[in-house]
């Protein structure tokens, strides 16, 4: 099954710990994505990448960090610089030409204490 | 800059009833606009992409519209079930270019009673 997989679905870390979200795609989607969710404030994008080796920050990039030398791989790392790291996090992809539609995955929820 | 808004934030309906999600954007140079569902703790399933060259978009028991000079899209869902509870959420890309990231709107949130 072609889908969009994301680990762990709970992650639980203590506050000044960096931490790194997976996320792995075998749609063969040149574009991924990360989002940050929180309650009452609806998807904002942390960064983007259209191709291999080539990412972009999104709205909320400042204290996350990520990487992309695989296209099936785009992972996200959380750093201790990130005041308010306690979210759901969702990864998406997309592939080039019409229509654009952007898929997810099922979504990280990380906990700092 | 872009923005997405959807109202109402929150709807409760008895099963059976049709009902119509709204929602609203600032810019009308989009590409597409995409509707997703997402129940509690889960990712965002998409139920319906419209290109901006065409008007509507059906799926099953779904009708989502689009009319770009308003900057208004709606939701239709038709005899509605418990099954239907859950998050509703529409997104347009950035800047009004394909391929791109997406701006959300905060969501509404459908309850359907038995």
């Known amino acids: 099954d072609g889908g969009i997989t994301q680990s762990p679905k709970y992650l639980f870390r203590k506050e000044g710990q960096n931490v790194t979200l997976s996320c792995e795609q075998n749609?063969?989607?040149?574009?991924m994505y990360w989002y940050r969710q929180d309650p009452g404030q609806g998807l904002r994008l942390i960064y983007y990448?259209?191709?291999?080796?080539?990412?972009q920050k999104g709205d909320i990039a400042e204290g996350y960090s990520v990487s992309r030398e695989k296209k099936e791989s785009f992972p996200l790392t959380v750093t201790s610089a990130q005041k308010n790291p306690t979210a759901f996090y969702l990864c998406?992809?997309?592939?080039?030409?019409?229509?654009?539609?952007?898929?997810f995955g099922p979504g990280t929820r990380l906990t700092v204490t | 800059k872009q923005e997405v808004t959807q109202i109402p934030a929150a709807l409760s309906v008895p099963e059976g009833e049709n009902l119509v999600l709204n929602c609203s954007f600032t810019d009308s140079a989009i590409y597409n606009l995409q509707w997703f569902r997402q129940d509690p703790g889960k990712g965002l399933t998409s139920l319906l992409l419209?290109?901006?060259?065409?008007r509507e978009q059906t799926s099953g028991r779904l009708n989502a519209s689009l009319d770009k000079s308003s900057g208004r899209s709606t939701l239709y869902i038709a005899a509605s079930q418990p099954g239907d509870s859950a998050t509703y959420l529409c997104?347009?890309?950035?800047?009004?270019?394909?391929?791109?990231?997406?701006?959300f709107g905060k969501g509404t949130t459908l309850s359907v009673s038995s």
């Open positions: 990448s259209q191709i291999v080796n080539d990412f």
């Open positions: 998406a992809s997309s592939a080039p030409g019409l229509p654009y539609e952007q898929y």
């Open positions: 997104a347009v890309p950035t800047a009004g270019q394909a391929g791109t990231a997406l701006i």
């Open positions: 749609l063969n989607h040149d574009a």
């Open positions: 419209i290109q901006s060259s065409q």
